[in-house]
């Protein structure tokens, strides 16, 4: 049975489905939690605070269920190639069409990374590299010479690219559909109850997973951010169509009032921001509205609201700045936070390899396979894991970068003797002191 959980936001659609989960725990039956990569840990929290943590019961995502499954059923074979190795595939497998190709025989890294982009697209659609090509030359009868040629270009780099993958290799996109296809799937979510919350729109590709559970499984939960009477039309074909996987079998379940607005404003407007409601009557106290120019200025007035707050009594960890792309706030709402003296943290992903643990390691081999290059030395003594202080780090780098100091120079043992000045005619004393200095902190 598939139990579609339809509500508006904050109408207590998690809070139903944890009622759910533990009914079925009761049951003994074993559970999937499903939710987006980065609430996983937070629903692991809230499972435990509500008493529905168990050992039968595993908080997921699409991305880890690939690998939960073939973890039971088999088919973990195959190496995972990264974003890297990805592009260095793609570099392969351009020069191995160098004869053919034109537009991109000579590709640099930016073209990789489109490229890169523009197969992950592709294999997140379900749309296979001998697929992709049937469409480009249909396609390209009717479009314009440039794009036809751009179009057949990329489907022979995407199928020359799946041919250096083979059997032995996948990249972070073929999971899914490999899970999609293995026989033994069926049987994994067989007498499994499973649970989706939160996410709201899905791909091809998990789609086909949501069609097995729904064929499969003892039972499925998904929610939904719509009410009965109005939905958005994403919305409403992802609901259709997970009932055309459950052959109509179907329960509807409607929450309709609203526990997490605590304030009138807050709850008339949820109710009327995708209507054309009349305004609201009475003056607001706890909704404002602010015309900014630009980010900066947005920065400002948002640090000057937390200001505000901060004095009023509220605590730093009872507020938050909710943004759409925070990626282009990156360097402005951070040091405008900070001028505020007001502590934050932004909730963003980054790569591993620009923390600075990360960086000392990688730095070290960079010195260790490269020869010293400068540039490795410098990640080392910026890292903060080397014994020097970041004033020694400073003078040593600024000497290096004077005097042009490469490969074993900096593992001799012999001091270095060029004028921190760099070319003058003798050492000031203050020079003399500087070099001193540097020979110690290189000991």
Not at 240 to 268: C, M, P, S, W
Request: charged residues 25%; glycine residues 6%; proline residues 3%.
């Amino acid at each position: 049975m598939v139990y579609r959980i339809f509500g508006r936001a904050g109408s207590g659609k998690t809070e139903y489905m944890i009622n759910c989960l533990k009914e079925t725990q009761s049951t003994g039956v074993d559970c999937l939690f499903l939710v987006p990569e980065q609430q996983s840990i937070d629903t692991e929290e809230l499972l435990e605070a509500k008493g529905a943590a168990q050992l039968d019961t595993e908080v997921l995502n699409f991305e880890r269920l690939p690998n939960r499954v073939f973890r039971e059923i088999g088919g973990l074979g195959k190496r995972n190639v990264d974003g890297a190795g990805k592009c260095a595939l793609i570099a392969a497998a351009i020069n191995a069409l160098s004869d053919t190709l034109k537009l991109y025989s000579t590709p640099c890294r930016g073209t990789l990374s489109e490229l890169s982009a523009t197969i992950s697209a592709l294999k997140r659609l379900n749309i296979s590299a001998k697929a992709f090509e049937d469409i480009c030359n249909g396609i390209a009868k009717s479009a314009e010479a440039g794009f036809a040629a751009k179009l057949k270009e990329t489907a022979l780099i995407y199928g020359e690219y799946q041919r250096l993958l083979g059997e032995a290799l996948e990249d972070d996109d073929d999971p899914l559909t490999s899970l999609a296809k293995n026989n033994d799937t069926a049987s994994f979510f067989a007498d499994k109850a499973v649970f989706i919350d939160g996410i709201y729109t899905f791909t091809p590709q998990q789609y086909e997973i949501i069609k097995l559970m729904a064929e499969n499984a003892a039972a499925l939960y998904i929610s939904f951010t719509a009410d009965e009477d109005s939905m958005f039309d994403g919305t409403a074909s992802c609901a259709r169509k997970i009932k055309e996987y459950a052959n109509g079998k179907t329960e509807d379940v409607f929450l309709q009032t609203n526990h997490r607005a605590k304030t009138e404003e807050l709850l008339y407007g949820e109710e009327q921001l995708w209507t054309a409601g009349t305004p609201y009557a009475e003056l607001t106290e706890n909704v404002r509205f602010a015309k900014c120019e630009t980010v900066y200025e947005e920065s400002l007035y948002a640090a000057s609201c937390i200001y505000a707050l901060k004095n009023e009594g509220y605590r730093y960890n009872d507020i938050a700045i909710a943004c759409r792309h925070p990626e282009s706030y990156a360097g402005v709402l951070d040091s405008v936070l900070a001028s505020y003296d007001i502590p934050f943290y932004f909730a963003v992903k980054d790569s591993a390899a620009t923390k600075p643990l990360s960086a000392f390691v990688l730095s070290i081999l960079e010195m260790a396979e490269k020869n010293f290059p400068l540039y490795a030395v410098k990640k080392y003594l910026k890292s903060t894991f080397s014994v020097l202080t970041e004033a020694q780090a400073d003078a040593i780098i600024r000497y290096a970068e004077a005097w042009n100091i490469r490969g074993k120079a900096w593992i001799k043992e012999a001091d270095w003797l060029m004028n921190p000045e760099g070319y003058a005619e003798s050492f000031s004393p203050e020079a003399e002191s500087r070099l001193r200095c540097i020979n110690q902190s290189r000991l």
